[in-house]
């Protein structure tokens, strides 16, 4: 699998999980320095999507976006990145982010079991823009790859997804 940033091709470090089946539990620690997994999304409709770093304004942006939109639909949402849980949580009570969860990559690295993290480019190590609906029950229904890093993804599709789940 691969995306781009700025232009150039960059090789993410393993496969997507498949559409239809349960998401992998990926484990995560959250901005309290608590530990979560995807597990405890079950018996929600969920919109779990990675970033490179909340420190960027794509992602910032994105993480607005899914907040607000989120929130509407009553959707839960978790930004998964490998930036410190202390700056998800400076970001997210800055910005009023309260319909998202941000969580953190660094103990763990289960990020890889999703496929996601990024090789070979001046953000390896890193992960990829990439959206994840899940329905209540943990199965995957739908997968967006941001083609290129520097944009925000489509949010229609995402959204008409979860309205369907719903």
Do not use: H, M, W
């Given at each position: 699998m691969t995306t781009k940033f700025k232009g150039t091709e960059v090789h993410l470090n393993g496969h997507l999980p498949a559409i239809g089946q349960a998401m992998p539990n990926v484990r995560f620690v959250n901005s309290d320095l608590s530990e979560g997994d995807i597990a405890g999304l079950k018996g929600k409709v969920a919109v779990l999507f990675s970033?490179?770093?909340?420190?960027?304004?794509?992602?910032?942006a994105e993480t607005r976006a899914f907040n607000k939109h989120l929130?509407?639909?009553?959707?839960?949402?978790?930004?998964?990145?490998?930036?410190?849980?202390?700056?998800?949580?400076?970001?997210?009570?800055?910005?009023?982010?309260?319909?998202?969860?941000?969580?953190?990559?660094?103990?763990?690295?289960?990020?890889?079991?999703?496929?996601?993290?990024?090789q070979g480019s001046p953000l390896a190590g890193l992960l990829a823009r990439v959206v994840f609906v899940i329905d209540k029950e943990g199965v995957l229904r739908?997968?967006?790859?941001?083609?290129?890093?520097?944009?925000?993804?489509?949010?229609?599709?995402?959204?008409?997804?979860?309205k369907k789940l719903l």
């Open positions: 970033v490179p770093s909340v420190d960027t304004g794509v992602c910032a929130s509407d639909l009553g959707a839960a949402g978790v930004a998964l990145s490998a930036d410190l849980p202390f700056a998800l949580k400076r970001f997210c009570e800055a910005e009023g982010i309260a319909n998202v969860k941000g969580v953190s990559d660094f103990r763990f690295r289960d990020a890889d079991k999703l496929g996601v993290r990024l739908y997968t967006q790859v941001v083609p290129e890093i520097t944009t925000e993804p489509d949010y229609d599709p995402v959204l008409a997804e979860v």
